[in-house]
């Protein structure tokens, strides 16, 4: 936990998956198996999964896109403001002879709508984008740094009861804290009264 909210990574045991927390939500996901990074600049392992015929295509991809983007934000594209439909691209791998075979992997992004915004480099910055695989039919990569945005509302989900121990903090801890800093950061007293006007911080 920090004065932004939660924020940190998880991973799983055999770090095929890992999940990627800032601001109260979680911005990133990988699927280290079958994202592009399992491959890219790789053609040994490009040309092996140039071997595998997708089970998806496009349109299907994006179905599961976006399928994931509302499950995973209980949002949709309107409320977000983002342009439908998301650009969709096919991975591809070109061997030495130069023939170009398509992958097992889509790539699915969204713009905002509006005036375009850039990134680095003078190339307009996605606000979310996702990878698709053909083989597992399912999200392998999922980043979503528009989350990232100090200028946005930081998403406020109710404390764990354990919030304090977690700091390292007493449960009195709240009411050490000026009332006006404790009902912006979603605080209750641990008593019944008032939490007193103090500047003591901790």
């Not at 496009?58 to 896109?65: D, F, G, P, R, Y």
């Not at 439908?84 to 591809?92: F, I």
């Not at 008593?191 to 103090?198: C, G, M």
Request: glycine share 4%; hydrophobic share 30%; aromatic share 12%.
């Amino acid at each position: 936990p920090t004065r932004d909210g939660l924020e940190g990574d998880l991973l799983s045991r055999d770090q095929r998956f890992h999940w990627q927390f800032a601001r109260n939500a979680c911005i990133a996901f990988y699927d280290t198996r079958y994202f592009a990074p399992s491959f890219r600049y790789q053609d040994d392992k490009a040309s092996a999964l140039a071997k595998i015929p997708s089970k998806i295509n496009k349109k299907e991809a994006t179905a599961i896109a976006r399928d994931a983007l509302h499950k995973l934000l209980g949002m949709t594209e309107k409320k977000l403001g983002y342009k439908t439909p998301p650009e969709v691209n096919q991975y591809k791998y070109q061997d030495t002879n130069g023939r170009v075979y398509p992958l097992p992997l889509f790539d699915v992004r969204w713009r905002k709508k509006g005036p375009k915004e850039y990134a680095a480099a003078n190339l307009e910055s996605f606000a979310l984008y996702m990878e698709v695989s053909g083989v597992t039919c399912g999200v392998v990569k999922y980043h979503h740094p528009e989350l990232l945005n100090k200028d946005a509302p930081i998403p406020r989900d109710p404390l764990p009861t354990n919030y304090f121990q977690m700091l390292g903090l007493p449960e009195s801890y709240p009411d050490s804290v000026p009332e006006r800093q404790s009902r912006l950061r979603g605080f209750t007293s641990s008593t019944n009264a008032a939490s007193p006007i103090t500047n003591t911080t901790r």
